[in-house]
């Protein structure tokens, strides 16, 4: 089985598990009725952007709502027991509703469980030997926590001891190479009709996005249009460039259907419980380790052989930042990092090529040309460099907490919230822990407290918001602090943010991926990062939005700046 069919198999999984209802249906009509009093305390103005057809607005039911109206929503489901979007996930899920979460988006309502039990499939979960094939592992946290596999099984999987590595990929950072070759001087070069030999793909974000590669016409595939139009690449037809929007796994690129592929921007989640995770603790390990999971699921679109080869572009300040930052590429795969390390280490050798007589981007062209023209000097250095890949034991620690939260979950599902809470509790209190991920846990933790004590659930709520805004804003006993001034100087608090970034590059490219966050048309939740960002940068003293979802604002979202 390959990799991207893992994926797959673990995204149908999901989905047998998961009501999807659009806007244009009753049902969904009618639970945004059933719900509006208590979405609208957790989010007026989201909720009014959610009435009127936003898809980037979203909000959480809160659990105690959810529960507490549980039966109203069985007779709606049951009602609409019919249609296909209830009829197949209708019989995994009736009898656990309460144990589900709720979002609403202006385009769809999601309802899944919180704990899928995989011992449903008797088959599967009877069997002496599960055997996944794969390339690459890809998502370790559905393997642990979706499907019950041990630790031992994720982190020393039975592998081939040759060989090391597959295909060859030439990884370029142009904005590394020279600060001037920006992302719309890479999309003027590429976006355009042309007459070649073999395919280019961009790999997009957003349709947001996309719309600067059809200004150059580009051929943007909509839903429904991308098995034929990669089809047509297979074909030979290489004129127009081929746009992919947010679709990382189950396409396959082979061989001269694309050469040069450019990937632009860090993925976006797509499940509405992956969007509202990401938005509430998105510099986590399980966060991180997931998006790393997608690029590289990205990167390996266009190399489907051994004897294949390919010029892959990077661009975009934020995925720029998360793969050249010592913070974040630790997540990848060593032979990803292996391949990031070769691409930072042609982006310094051709920096000294640029001078006066010579433009920047003709460097880019130069080693474009080394790779499809197969020269001998690149060959040798990449396999070389590829051959000196050192395997190493993933940490354990991540591992252990996805475990743990399974077994909190299995608690949970069996009645047993009491032994739930003590597990979810244990890791809240963990020293390496940031302040916002002990809240989330303390969320977990409230959310189970509730079958025991709605009094001490809500108590525990109130601190799991204290310690990170993003999350559901408690029933009762919110009160807001006045952002005071701090004690150090600007100047001070201006050195001590540059110093958290390790060269000045990744400064730079903690900048750029800030400014690119900041326009119209960014998710909200990015937009006001990178708010809270710029005010770090200038020195000032923070405060984000009040809550995850009680504010009024555009989709651009608003954040509070104090100059201190």
């Not at 099984?153 to 039975?158: E, F, T």
């Not at 200004?215 to 098995?227: F, H, M, N, Q, W």
């Not at 399980?286 to 990167?299: K, P, S, V, Y």
Request: proline content about 4%; overall charge negative; some cysteine.
């Amino acid at each position: 089985m390959s990799s991207w069919m893992i994926h797959a198999c673990i995204d149908a999984i999901r989905s047998s598990f998961t009501v999807r209802v659009l806007k244009t249906e009753a049902l969904y009509r009618e639970l945004l009725a059933l719900f509006a009093e208590d979405l609208v305390t957790q989010g007026a103005g989201t909720l009014l952007e959610i009435q009127q057809g936003s898809p980037d607005a979203l909000l959480p039911v809160p659990y105690w709502n959810w529960i507490d109206r549980s039966s109203e929503v069985l007779q709606l489901l049951l009602r609409h027991g019919e249609q296909p979007y209830v009829k197949f996930a209708w019989p995994l899920i009736k009898d656990s509703l309460e144990n589900c979460h709720c979002f609403f988006t202006g385009s769809e309502v999601e309802i899944s469980p919180h704990y899928i039990p995989v011992s449903m499939f008797g088959s599967f979960a009877s069997a002496r030997q599960r055997v996944l094939m794969s390339a690459t592992t890809q998502d370790d946290s559905f393997f642990i926590k979706g499907l019950g596999f041990g630790i031992d099984a994720v982190l020393k999987p039975l592998s081939s001891e040759t060989p090391k590595w597959s295909g060859e990929k030439m990884l370029l950072i142009p904005w590394l190479i020279d600060e001037s070759i920006e992302r719309d001087t890479v999309i003027a070069q590429f976006a355009k009709p042309s007459h070649k030999r073999y395919g280019v793909v961009a790999l997009v974000s957003s349709y947001r996005k996309s719309e600067d590669y059809e200004t150059y016409d580009s051929k943007v595939a909509r839903p429904g249009e991308i098995l034929a139009l990669i089809e047509s690449l297979k074909k030979g037809n290489f004129d127009s460039t081929l746009v992919i929007v947010n679709r990382y796994d189950g396409i396959d690129l082979p061989d001269e259907a694309c050469r040069i592929l450019i990937i632009d921007g860090l993925p976006f989640s797509i499940s509405l419980i992956d969007r509202y995770e990401e938005s509430c603790r998105a510099s986590s390990d399980t966060m991180n380790i997931r998006l790393a999971q997608r690029i590289e699921q990205g990167l390996g679109r266009s190399v489907r052989g051994e004897k294949d080869y390919c010029c892959i572009i990077l661009i975009g300040g934020d995925l720029v930042k998360f793969i050249r930052s010592g913070q974040t590429n630790k997540y990848f795969s060593p032979q990803t990092r292996k391949q990031i390390e070769i691409g930072l280490e042609i982006a310094k050798m051709a920096e000294s090529d640029i001078d006066k007589a010579r433009q920047p981007f003709d460097v880019i062209r130069s080693l474009i040309g080394q790779s499809l023209g197969r020269d001998e000097g690149w060959k040798e250095y990449y396999v070389s460099s590829m051959d000196s890949i050192t395997e190493h034991q993933a940490p354990s620690t991540i591992y252990s907490l996805l475990e743990a939260e399974r077994k909190a979950e299995e608690y949970a599902h069996a009645g047993k919230h009491d032994r739930s809470c003590e597990i979810l509790q244990t890791i809240a209190d963990s020293s390496d822990l940031s302040d916002s991920e002990k809240g989330w846990y303390l969320q977990l933790q409230a959310r189970h407290k509730h079958w025991l004590s709605k009094a001490e659930s809500n108590q525990l709520q109130l601190a799991a918001y204290s310690r990170n805004l993003r999350l559901l804003k408690p029933r009762e006993g919110v009160s807001y602090r006045k952002v005071e001034a701090i004690a150090s100087t600007r100047l001070e608090r201006i050195r001590t943010y540059a110093k958290r970034h390790g060269s000045y590059s990744e400064l730079m490219l903690a900048v750029d991926s800030m400014v690119a966050n900041l326009s119209f048309g960014t998710p909200a939740d990015k937009f006001e990062g990178a708010m809270k960002e710029l005010g770090a940068h200038w020195g000032s003293s923070v405060s984000g939005p009040t809550t995850n979802s009680k504010r009024d604002r555009t989709t651009c979202g608003t954040a509070s700046l104090v100059i201190t």
